[in-house]
Each structure stands twice: as structure tokens, then as C-alpha cells.
């Protein structure tokens, strides 16, 4: 099974729509999220002289994530939001991406984990249910429960019940598996 398909498998697995997938990429939805992921190649890395191009040629524009996938992630992450500050600094324009790095030897186990940290960081978007959760660990009041989902953990080699709660009040942002 080549590398897309165990991404688009993974993705499936959490509940995305797959919107449309590349050699080299794949863009997926989940609810109002928007997550595009990019196989950078080894032997190949387009360093962008004009980080505008960088946008373009990845497509950022309507995405609220990217998944870096590389044999170095960190490296090409860290470049990429060096240049997305570029944008905002230059040209006084708000790219509002997070990056999110995925080493390609633990695909699965990091695109998990990095999916995980999605879901929390966009639980607005990403919000499927409201339900009255656990109390606030400041203020005591009930948290909301603003998504829910079942799936199986690559990284703990079983079903996984996840949940995201959230305290607007304190601005407390939970998120729990239940193994």
C-alpha cells in the first residue's frame, strides 16, 4: 500500500471527506475544517524566493491545517512558517495556517497524533455534537462537549472513544481518549 493511500485510510478511519488527492497531496474535510496534506519529497524541496508563491503552489488559502509529510518534517515545517511570517510581515497578509509536522517512518502513529491536535486547536469547526461535559478544572462550571467521535488508535493498537470539551469561560480546551 503506497503512502497516499495509508494517508487517505488514516483520514477516512477519523472521519474526513476526502475532497481531492494528488501525487503529491490531499486536501480533506472534516465538518467545517479544512486540512491539506503534502508528501514532501526527499530528493526534492522548491525553497520559494517570493513566500506568496509558497500559498500558490500549496494551496493555503482556504485551509485551516497542513500535515507536512517528509523523512525531515521539522526542517520544511519550520521553513514554511518562517514563511508564512514573511507574508504577515511583507505584505501585511494574515495566512491563517497551522503546520503540523509528520515524520513519514511513523506515519501513522504521528498523523494521529497531529489529527488529535487539529481536532482541539479547531474544535469550532470541527464541532459535531454539544453536550454538557465534566467540570471546569478553574471555575467549576460544566464544560462543553463540542465533538465526539470513535475510531482505532494506530498508537495504542486499540478502539479509541475521543472527546473535546471546552470551557468559553476560562478558555480551557480538553481533549480526551478513552481507551
Same mark, same amino acid.
Given at each position: 500500500m503506497g503512502v497516499i493511500d495509508r494517508i487517505i485510510e488514516e483520514l477516512r478511519n477519523r472521519g474526513f471527506r476526502i475532497r481531492v488527492v494528488r501525487d503529491d497531496s490531499i486536501k480533506a474535510d472534516l465538518n467545517r475544517l479544512t486540512v491539506k496534506v503534502w508528501l514532501a519529497s526527499g530528493d526534492y524541496f522548491p525553497w520559494w524566493?517570493?513566500? /506568496?508563491?509558497m &500559498?500558490?503552489? #500549496?494551496? #493555503?488559502?482556504?485551509?485551516?491545517? /497542513?500535515? &507536512?509529510?517528509?523523512?525531515?518534517? %521539522?526542517?520544511?515545517?519550520? %521553513?514554511?512558517v518562517n514563511n508564512l511570517s514573511r507574508i504577515n510581515y511583507w505584505f501585511n497578509k494574515e495566512v491563517n495556517v497551522k503546520v503540523y509536522s509528520v515524520n513519514i517512518d511513523r506515519l501513522e502513529e504521528d498523523l494521529e497524533d497531529?489529527?488529535? #491536535?487539529?481536532?482541539?486547536?479547531h474544535y469550532r469547526e470541527t464541532s459535531n455534537v454539544t453536550l454538557k461535559g465534566n467540570p471546569c478544572p478553574n471555575c467549576g462550571l460544566p464544560m462543553t462537549i463540542t465533538y465526539t467521535s470513535r475510531y482505532f488508535s494506530h498508537r495504542w493498537g486499540s478502539w479509541v472513544n475521543e472527546y473535546v470539551e471546552v470551557c468559553e469561560k476560562c478558555k480551557i480546551v480538553s481533549h480526551r481518549l478513552v481507551l
Open positions: 524566493s517570493n513566500p /506568496l508563491d &500559498v500558490n503552489d #500549496l494551496e #493555503l488559502n482556504d485551509v485551516n491545517a /497542513l500535515f &507536512v509529510i517528509s523523512e525531515r518534517p %521539522y526542517v520544511v515545517s519550520d %521553513y514554511i497531529g489529527i488529535n #491536535l487539529v481536532i482541539a486547536n
